[in-house]
């Protein structure tokens, strides 16, 4: 069973960083597309960025330029850097992983709260 933990999260002033960090077990990571979603009080959860096992990632509008994902699969450990940081950005932000060896059926971790003060 695939198990995923998120960690990095906190509060930060707007302009300022944070790096997510996100621990996967017990799948092949590598053969993972990786994914962060974030979710907003009271909004839907959205998908800020994703990278592929061939390490192709796409951002969503609202945090191209600012976030970067990456992974390294050595450490089963998959990253978002934020860089800018809005009060827009904040949410709880969720790591995914998927692979045909699930079917593509997405595993979550537990999320993470980024709080982001004007």
């Known amino acids: 069973q695939v198990q995923l933990v998120e960690s990095g999260g906190g509060l930060v002033q707007a302009g300022g960083s944070l790096r997510l960090s996100c621990t996967a077990s017990?799948?092949?990571?590598?053969?993972?597309?990786m994914a962060w979603y974030r979710q907003a009080p009271g909004k839907q959860r959205e998908l800020v960025a994703h990278?592929?096992?061939?390490?192709?990632?796409n951002y969503a509008d609202s945090v191209r330029g600012r976030f970067t994902i990456s992974r390294d699969n050595a450490k089963n450990t998959v990253y978002l850097q934020m860089s800018s940081l809005k009060p827009e950005d904040t949410g709880v932000y969720y790591c995914?992983?998927?692979?045909?060896?699930?079917?593509?059926?997405?595993?979550w971790g537990q999320g993470t709260q980024v709080t982001v003060s004007s």
């Open positions: 990278i592929t096992s061939g390490l192709y990632t």
């Open positions: 995914a992983a998927s692979s045909s060896a699930t079917g593509w059926s997405p595993a």
């Open positions: 017990g799948t092949t990571f590598s053969r993972n597309f």
